[in-house]
């Protein structure tokens, strides 16, 4: 076989409910059929933008291949504004799987990144100046709230997907926007990832091994409690590592920090994510929850102001009274 799984994305995939995001390119191709090859039940979920005149042979092509095999295809049909598309795709994307997922019950949500797509995402941000923890970015199994996110071929390389892809005769498209340079991920794709993984795949899939190791060994899932949808951590001896420990909250609450906000919560106490969720540092501790915005009453915010508790994150304290008591015992 010219591609495996690893052992552990492997167990992760063997007894549970998965769905594939598929595409009909080359990566989502390869990986439905190799899935299929080692035994693993997957159904389809496929997004039609409507850009391209070939949008709807793909949309065909993911529902004549869910026929075949006798799984589920779920379509969503999305027109979007040109400005800021990329962006736009993927927030509509991501949002139609969260639907299905939930919808479903299914415990895996499976993409077909790999580890060409994993070395642009490093050199991207390289350019851009990062850390460790932004540099890798991608990892191959993460704990969302209600599911895992799994990507199975992050040690794999585009030329080996491409010789599986001609042994087994496998169909797929070609999306010609790839290779568009008005687009910074082309050009550097074209210009200085592809060239180095043809000539160093194993060492840099070997060196993004070290590095997710690296990174799990900053990150101490038994550092992190929780009181139903509040999340709390004593704060680390610096802000890089409170960054990376809150990043890991709201990434498994499906929530993902942009860059502005990364950077705004470098230099700020507290901090409004996605309009949905606040995070807010004290003297010790830093507190992770919803935002809500709510009448309270009189008594309970004075309780508040005597503690010196953030007035964004007493709206979620005054709906939960058990996340209210603890962290009025923290801070007492």
Same mark, same amino acid.
């Given at each position: 076989?010219?591609?495996?799984?690893?052992?552990?994305?492997?167990?992760?995939?063997?007894?549970?409910?998965?769905?594939?995001?598929?595409?009909?390119?080359?990566?989502?191709?390869?990986?439905?059929?190799?899935?299929?090859?080692?035994?693993?039940?997957?159904?389809?979920?496929?997004?039609?933008?409507?850009?391209?005149?070939?949008?709807?042979?793909?949309?065909?092509?993911?529902?004549?291949?869910?026929?075949?095999?006798?799984?589920?295809?779920?379509?969503?049909?999305?027109?979007?504004?040109?400005?800021?598309?990329?962006?736009?795709?993927?927030?509509?994307?991501?949002?139609?799987?969260?639907?299905?997922?939930?919808?479903?019950?299914?415990?895996?949500?499976?993409?077909?990144?790999?580890?060409?797509?994993?070395?642009?995402?490093?050199?991207?941000?390289?350019?851009?100046?990062?850390?460790?923890?932004?540099?890798?970015?991608?990892?191959?199994?993460?704990?969302?709230?209600?599911?895992?996110?799994?990507?199975?071929?992050?040690?794999?390389?585009?030329?080996?997907?491409?010789?599986?892809?001609?042994?087994?005769?496998?169909?797929?498209?070609?999306?010609?926007?790839?290779?568009?340079?008005?687009?910074?991920?082309?050009?550097?794709?074209?210009?200085?990832?592809?060239?180095?993984?043809?000539?160093?795949?194993?060492?840099?899939?070997?060196?993004?091994?070290?590095?997710?190791?690296?990174?799990?060994?900053?990150?101490?899932? #038994?550092?992190?409690?929780?009181?139903? $949808?509040? %999340?709390?951590? /004593? +704060?680390?001896?610096? &802000? @890089?590592?409170?960054?990376?420990?809150?990043?890991?909250?709201?990434?498994?609450?499906?929530?993902?920090? #942009?860059?502005?906000?990364?950077?705004? $919560?470098? %230099?700020?106490? /507290? +901090?409004?994510?996605? &309009? @949905?969720?606040?995070?807010?540092?004290?003297?010790?501790?830093?507190?992770?929850?919803?935002?809500?915005?709510?009448?309270?009453?009189?008594?309970?915010?004075?309780?508040?102001?005597? +503690?010196?508790?953030?007035?964004?994150?007493?709206?979620?304290?005054?709906?939960?009274?058990?996340?209210?008591?603890?962290?009025?015992?923290?801070?007492?």
């Amino acid at each position: 076989m010219l591609v495996s799984l690893q052992p552990k994305t492997l167990a992760a995939l063997q007894t549970t409910k998965n769905l594939l995001a598929f595409s009909g390119g080359s990566d989502s191709s390869a990986l439905f059929h190799l899935l299929h090859q080692l035994g693993i039940d997957v159904d389809i979920a496929h997004v039609n933008y409507g850009t391209r005149q070939q949008s709807d042979a793909e949309e065909a092509y993911a529902r004549r291949l869910a026929e075949r095999y006798g799984r589920d295809c779920f379509i969503k049909q999305i027109t979007l504004e040109s400005s800021d598309f990329e962006h736009r795709a993927r927030t509509a994307r991501y949002a139609f799987f969260h639907e299905v997922m939930l919808h479903y019950g299914y415990d895996n949500l499976i993409t077909a990144h790999q580890l060409n797509d994993r070395l642009e995402w490093f050199l991207m941000q390289l350019c851009k100046g990062a850390g460790v923890y932004e540099l890798v970015g991608m990892e191959q199994i993460e704990a969302r709230e209600h599911y895992r996110l799994v990507r199975p071929l992050l040690h794999v390389n585009a030329d080996t997907i491409e010789q599986y892809l001609k042994a087994h005769n496998i169909e797929y498209f070609i999306d010609a926007s790839n290779s568009d340079m008005r687009f910074e991920r082309n050009v550097i794709r074209k210009h200085y990832a592809t060239p180095l993984l043809h000539h160093h795949a194993k060492g840099i899939a070997k060196s993004f091994e070290y590095l997710e190791e690296d990174i799990a060994a900053l990150i101490q899932p #038994s550092d992190i409690l929780h009181v139903n $949808l509040l %999340s709390y951590f /004593t +704060l680390p001896h610096n &802000r @890089r590592s409170t960054l990376i420990a809150v990043d890991a909250i709201l990434k498994q609450r499906g929530c993902v920090m #942009s860059s502005r906000e990364k950077d705004l $919560l470098k %230099s700020s106490n /507290t +901090l409004v994510v996605s &309009r @949905r969720f606040v995070v807010t540092l004290t003297e010790h501790y830093c507190f992770v929850a919803p935002y809500v915005q709510t009448v309270m009453s009189k008594t309970f915010k004075e309780q508040c102001r005597r +503690l010196g508790i953030e007035p964004k994150l007493r709206g979620y304290l005054y709906s939960d009274a058990e996340s209210f008591e603890r962290v009025c015992s923290l801070l007492l």
